[in-house]
């Protein structure tokens, strides 16, 4: 028997002397979170409609293979968010907001998690393209668990604010949700969302480098 590595660099798989020609079916293991979260969807509510009717469960994760299974089948805020003209409908649904929470906490005030909890939020005209790699760039950081080194962050949300009416602003919030109302930890989480959100974002001629700056209050 012998061992080769996977195409990606990856773990070491076992291969045991196949004839020339064959097709190895190799199982690798996918690589675990430290813990599962679940991806929510938030559609526009009719005047007058309950905010809990405006939630919506879209799948659940507990691998980084899941959740780029999900990812890449979930539209981008880019592609629904309102983008001065309108706001694009996914199967007769028009959402407003995205909300990534751990397992088990429902990305409401109301969820003991958040109830004395505090967000931190930042309210920006950003381009598209900005939007996409800040909220993408968000997730990662959060279920990787790059931005928090204990268990203070319940999840994020992205929301669309824009007026939705032709010719409007667009505008948009990111909200990095903790389960403690304590500003210090909020400060250094703010540090390293600030770091992990920018990741990837080139400079171009012309475009200078979007600073996200936050705001902290409690729920
Ligand atoms: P928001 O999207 O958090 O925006 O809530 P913000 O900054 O509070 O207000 P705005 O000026 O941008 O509109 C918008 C509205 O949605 C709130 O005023 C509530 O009516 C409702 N809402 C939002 N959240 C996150 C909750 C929630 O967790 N629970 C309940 N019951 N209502 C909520």
């Known amino acids: 028997m012998s061992t080769e590595q996977t195409a990606d660099g990856g773990d070491e798989?076992?291969?045991?002397?196949?004839?020339?020609g064959?097709?190895?079916?190799?199982?690798?293991?996918?690589?675990?979170?430290?813990?599962?979260?679940?991806?929510?969807?938030?559609?526009?509510l009719e005047k007058?409609?309950?905010?809990?009717?405006?939630?919506?469960k879209?799948?659940?994760?507990?691998?980084?293979?899941?959740?780029?299974?999900?990812?890449?089948?979930?539209?981008?805020?880019?592609e629904i968010f309102f983008d001065g003209q309108s706001r694009k409908e996914v199967e007769g649904r028009t959402i407003e907001a995205f909300s990534l929470f751990k397992k088990g906490i429902r990305p409401e005030?109301?969820?003991?998690?958040?109830?004395?909890?505090s967000e931190l939020s930042c309210r920006k005209?950003?381009?598209?393209?900005?939007?996409?790699?800040?909220?993408?760039?968000?997730?990662?950081?959060?279920?990787?668990?790059?931005?928090?080194?204990?268990?203070?962050?319940?999840?994020?949300?992205?929301?669309?604010?824009?007026?939705?009416r032709p010719g409007a602003k667009t505008l948009f919030k990111i909200e990095l949700w903790m389960r403690h109302d304590n500003i210090q930890i909020a400060e250094r989480l703010k540090g390293r969302l600030c770091e992990c959100l920018s990741d990837g974002e080139g400079h171009s001629k012309g475009?200078?480098?979007?600073?996200?700056?936050?705001?902290?209050?409690?729920?």
């Open 13 to 20: 798989i076992a291969v045991e002397n196949p004839p020339p």
């Open 22 to 44: 064959t097709v190895v079916q190799v199982e690798v293991p996918e690589h675990p979170l430290c813990q599962p979260w679940v991806l929510w969807e938030h559609k526009q």
């Open 48 to 56: 007058a409609e309950d905010w809990s009717n405006s939630i919506r």
């Open 58 to 78: 879209v799948c659940e994760f507990s691998t980084v293979e899941e959740f780029w299974k999900y990812w890449s089948f979930i539209p981008k805020p880019s």
């Open 109 to 117: 005030w109301e969820d003991p998690a958040n109830k004395s909890g």
């Open 125 to 164: 005209m950003l381009p598209v393209d900005i939007l996409d790699l800040y909220w993408e760039n968000m997730a990662c950081g959060l279920i990787g668990e790059t931005v928090d080194d204990g268990d203070e962050i319940c999840g994020c949300r992205v929301v669309d604010k824009g007026k939705a």
């Open 207 to 219: 475009r200078s480098r979007h600073i996200p700056d936050f705001e902290y209050k409690k729920h």
